[in-house]
Each structure stands twice: as C-alpha cells, then as structure tokens.
C-alpha cells in the first residue's frame, strides 16, 4: 500500500527552545496512525509543517506525492484538521461555523453533516463563546469530518470531550478506517491510541524513538496498582507473578504498590488469599513513563528491578 504522508529528515528549530530533529516516518494509506509523546515532544510543530502553517529549517514533506509547501492549497482539499488550539469567531453559532466550513469545501453531504451533528449531540444554535470546551471541541471534531476527507490530521482531538464522547470519536475514526480513508493522530494518552491506532510514532525531545505496531505501545505502558491489607502481608508474595515490574511494601506490610507491565490476573489471585481492605488501579501520565522509561538520550532505560 502507498505512503499517503512521507517525511523525511524534517527538522525545524526555535532558537534555543525545543523544535523537531531529523524526523522520519511514512504513513500508509488507510491506517490509523498514532504519533504518541509527551506534552512539548514536538508533536504540534510536526503537525503545523505537515500543514504548511511553520516552515521546515530542512527535511522534505509530502502528502499524496504533493510538497507540503509547495502544495499546500491542492493539499488542503484532501485533509480534516484539527488544531490542538483551535481560534473560531466566538460571535458566530456553531451551526454557522460549519456552514463557513462548507461552502469553504465547495459544499458537503447536508444528511452527513447532521448525522454528525446528532451523533455528538451539538446544539448549533448557541454562540462558540457560550460553548463549554467539550461542545468547542465538537464543533471541530465535525467540520474535520464532515466533508470526508482522505486523510485527517487530529492534534489532541479528544482534548476536553467527556468519556461518552470520546466513545464516539472512537467509532467515527474506526469508520473512516473501515472505508479506507487515513487517520494522523497525535495524542499524550496512552488508551486514546491503544484503541484506535494501527501504528505508532513515539517522539520525545523533538526526535523519533520508537515507530512500529502497537506492541511500542505495550513495550512502556505501566500502571500501579495499590492493595491495602488487614493484616501485614509479605511483599515476597508479588515479587515474581506474571507482569509484576516492581514491588513496594507499605504501611509496615498491609499494603503494597505494584508497577504493573501486563496483566493483572496473577496478582488479583494472590491477593484474593489476604483480607483486602481497598484495591486501586492507577495509569501513570505519559511524561511520568518517559521519565521512567527513557533516559536522558533517548534510549530506553533498562528494566527496573523487583525492590522491596
């Protein structure tokens, strides 16, 4: 299958504040693709030269054989974009935001464009300044759809929607994927991507690390579970289960903190032995797990050991 957004070397720089180096990556037609890092990786810098918005220090761009400066204005008729800090006049409705946007586009399908609008129950009557975030973020979500575009560039799409919502970027991205058409998503949460990416771009500090399948994904995903007990409980019980990374003790032995890398299975049986007062579950953010994961060159760290 074809590459329907090549890059190449693309550098940009912002003096002495952190831009892209040397990044690289192809996207195949009718994939979704997740470009996953940190908040101030170099995420947005890439989307905006992707966009023709920045201009690259060097490196090369092209969407569907077209440069990305070059070409901009016949790229921009293939692409939904969302900008992760979108600027709309707040004196107009959101019904006539969309309208701009389609006549923008030369006209869009009116029966589509109200299934979306049903889809994420938007009131399009109300003024973008009387919107909440989730219903700004809405309005976004559906001008970059609703023409169907070949190819959609989402910076932080899902930023401010609640879970239902987000629930429902999910299918409308699985459709858009099911008709062949291609997702760039760019995102700092690690589920966001899990469900709904083919393949992944890991960036940090304005350089690539990672690109592959989602098993990247699986390759640095933790999460922390904490179980308290009645009774103090020895921390040699968790040490070596199945997808245990790291083990504390705490509160003298009646509770213990676990990073977790896999399933919990093994340590929800074990603990199942014990009186358990309380069991929590929690998804440390992105930049905590590359702090944890990545060392200050870009390369993973090596696996932590089992401490007490």
């Known amino acids: 299958m074809a590459a329907i957004i090549e890059v190449e070397k693309l550098t940009k720089s912002y003096g002495g504040k952190r831009g892209i180096a040397d990044v690289s990556l192809q996207v195949e037609e009718g994939e979704v693709f997740g470009f996953l890092g940190p908040n101030g990786a170099g995420k947005t810098t890439t989307i905006r030269l992707l966009m023709a918005l920045l201009h690259a220090d060097s490196g090369t761009a092209r969407i569907a054989g077209l440069d990305c400066w070059k070409e901009s204005v016949a790229i921009k008729r293939l692409i ?36 979306l609008i049903q889809r994420f129950d938007l009131d399009t009557s ?45 299918r409308m991205v699985k459709d858009v994927r099911d008709e062949g058409r291609t997702v760039f998503l760019s995102s700092h949460v690690l589920s966001e991507v899990e469900k709904t990416c083919t393949r ?17 994904v699986s390759a640095i995903k933790r999460y922390e579970i904490t179980i308290t007990f009645a009774d103090p409980v020895p921390v040699e019980t968790f040490k070596t289960l199945d997808g245990v990374a790291e083990v504390e003790s705490l509160n003298h032995g009646h509770g213990v903190r676990l990073a977790m890398q896999g399933p919990a299975d093994a340590v929800i049986k074990a603990a199942a032995r014990y009186p358990v007062v309380s069991l929590t579950s929690h998804e440390p953010s992105l930049e905590d797990i590359f702090l944890r994961y990545y060392q200050a060159d870009g390369a993973p760290a090596k696996e932590p050991q089992s401490v007490a």
């Not at 600027?87 to 107009?92: G, S």
């Not at 586009?105 to 029966?111: E, F, L, Y």
């Open 80 to 115: 939904g974009y969302i900008p992760g800090e979108p600027a709309l006049d707040p004196n107009l409705t959101g019904g006539q935001i969309l309208e701009y946007f389609a006549h923008l586009r030369g006209g869009v399908d009116q029966s589509y464009l109200e299934q």
């Open 126 to 170: 109300r003024k973008f300044r009387q919107y909440s975030t989730g219903n700004k973020r809405k309005v976004v979500l559906i001008q970059a759809f609703m023409h169907r575009p070949r190819l959609l560039i989402l910076d932080e799409p899902t930023s401010g929607l609640d879970p239902l919502n987000q629930q429902e970027f999910d």
């Open 200 to 216: 992944v771009g890991i960036i940090r500090d304005g350089s690539l690390v990672r690109i592959g399948g989602m098993a990247e």
